[in-house]
Nanobody, 126 residues
Framework: HVQLVESGGKLVQAGDSLRLSCTAAGTTFSSLTLAWFRQAPGKEREFVAGINTWHRLSAYISESVTGRFVIFRDNDRKMVYLVMHNVRPEDTADYYC??????????????????WGQGTRLTVSS
């Protein structure tokens, strides 16, 4: 079983930058494909960014945040990060870290991930 814990969500102003963090425990971290999803109030869960078990350049980003968000992982620290630049009010959501064991693809569907954190809330004021 994989345990994921997110942190870093807070109240910020539009245009700010911040970093969300997720720590994983319970399995070999390097074997995990990891992703960030978000769910805004009244909306469906949305894929944001993912990074698989390959080379660190194997990140994939939703078009909705391309150019503003970056995902990267630190296998030594067993952490995955979502760096967010120039945040907008529409980025307001609960952000969830998700994991699946294995790699070889770029899953974007939440159903492809077996493990989820409890979420961290980002609120962007205009």
């Amino acid at each position: 079983h994989v345990q994921l814990v997110e942190s870093g969500g807070k109240l910020v102003q539009a245009g700010d930058s911040l970093r969300l963090s997720c720590t994983a425990a319970g399995t070999t971290f390097s074997s995990l494909t990891l992703a960030w999803f978000r769910q805004a109030p009244g909306k469906e869960r949305e894929f944001v960014a993912g990074i698989n078990t390959w080379h660190r350049l194997s990140a994939y980003i939703s078009e909705s945040v391309t150019g503003r968000f970056v995902i990267f992982r630190d296998n030594d620290r067993k952490m995955v990060y979502l760096v967010m630049h120039n945040v907008r009010p529409e980025d307001t959501a609960d952000y969830y870290c998700a994991a699946t064991i294995g790699g070889g693809s770029q899953p974007r569907d939440g159903r492809d991930f077996e493990y989820w954190g409890q979420g961290t809330r980002l609120t962007v004021s205009s």
